[in-house]
């Protein structure tokens, strides 16, 4: 049996499956990850994804965050390995995705059932009454946007660093990595806490875990069961082919 038959029967075997992804799986849709080769955190400081630099120089973190999230997104589709994910879901082999990612593209693809642990780029969000509206309204050319309900500073509803983690998606996520038997984790370091414990915490309660990157990760010596070491594309056309033959 090779590596993409013993996965793909763990997860044919499996009670509750779920996937737990990071920037890796997005990278042959066109978005750099943020560590690594071409890495985001390579070009520009992760300071000025601080929730303090933020409130204190909004505009030209907006300019940033312009030029690295907003010039691309909406621009980009999700890839073979989204759909494959959607496509596991479909058929009841999966029950959920767990998303560092805050491009939307696993929505794109299909999957219903997406916690997303870091909020999405898709909607913005008044920081004075809450109001969330489609960043598709905002004029990029005229930032940082303010609320048309209350003149309030408005920020990307993605979780800056020294925010907290948005409480539907904490909650959902936990739970989820709790009632896991199985889990796939595709494309992600480990290095950003809290989303890195999900993953550690599905393995406490014995959960068997697969994992693709083509590099290891902080998991891959740690907690993996299963490692796939290739793109994510080439590793879940496999991974598909594997489950179709089984099952
Ligand atoms: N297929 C699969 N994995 C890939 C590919 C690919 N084609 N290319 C790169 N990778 C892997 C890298 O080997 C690395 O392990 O994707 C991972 C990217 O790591 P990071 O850029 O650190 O992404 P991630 O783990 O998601 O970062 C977590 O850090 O800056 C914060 O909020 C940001 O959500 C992000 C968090």
Same mark, same amino acid.
């Given at each position: ?10 997860? *044919? ?17 066109? &978005? ?5 080769? =071409?890495? %985001? ?22 300019? *940033?965050?312009? /030029? &690295? ?9 999700? =890839? ?13 082999? %999966? ?5 560092? =990612? &805050? /491009? $939307? ?21 008044? %920081? ?7 960043? +598709?309204?905002?004029?990029? $050319?005229? %930032? ?39 889990? &796939? ?42 490692? *796939?070491?290739?793109? +994510? ?10 489950? $179709?033959?089984? =099952?």
């Amino acid at each position: 049996m090779n590596i993409y038959q013993e996965a793909a029967k763990h997860i *044919i075997d499996s009670r509750y499956c779920v996937a737990f992804t990071g920037a890796g799986i997005s990278v042959e849709s066109g &978005i750099p990850p943020f560590r690594g080769r =071409n890495g %985001l955190w390579n070009k520009y400081d992760p300071r000025s994804f601080e929730i303090d630099y933020f409130l204190q120089n909004s505009a030209r973190s907006w300019e *940033i965050i312009r /030029d &690295i999230f907003y010039d691309l997104f909406g621009q980009v589709h999700p =890839n073979t390995a989204h759909y494959a994910l959607a496509e596991m879901e479909k058929r009841g082999l %999966l029950k959920s995705v767990i998303t560092q =990612n &805050i /491009d $939307n593209l696993h929505k794109d693809a299909g999957n219903k059932e997406v916690y997303e642990f870091h909020g999405s780029l898709k909607e913005i969000i008044c %920081l004075g009454c809450e109001q969330k509206v489609n960043v +598709a309204q905002v004029d990029m $050319n005229r %930032l940082p946007p303010t609320c048309l309900m209350c003149g309030g500073l408005m920020k990307p509803d993605v979780v800056f660093f020294g925010e907290a983690i948005p409480k539907h998606a904490a909650s959902r996520s936990i739970d989820a990595a709790q009632k896991a038997d199985c889990m &796939i984790l595709i494309g992600t370091t480990g290095t950003v806490a809290p989303a890195n414990m999900i993953p550690s915490r599905a393995k406490a309660g014995g959960t068997t875990i697969i994992e693709i990157n083509p590099d290891p990760s902080e998991y891959t010596n740690r907690i993996t069961d299963i490692f *796939i070491r290739d793109n +994510a594309t080439k590793a879940m056309e496999h991974l598909m082919d594997a489950i $179709n033959e089984l =099952n």
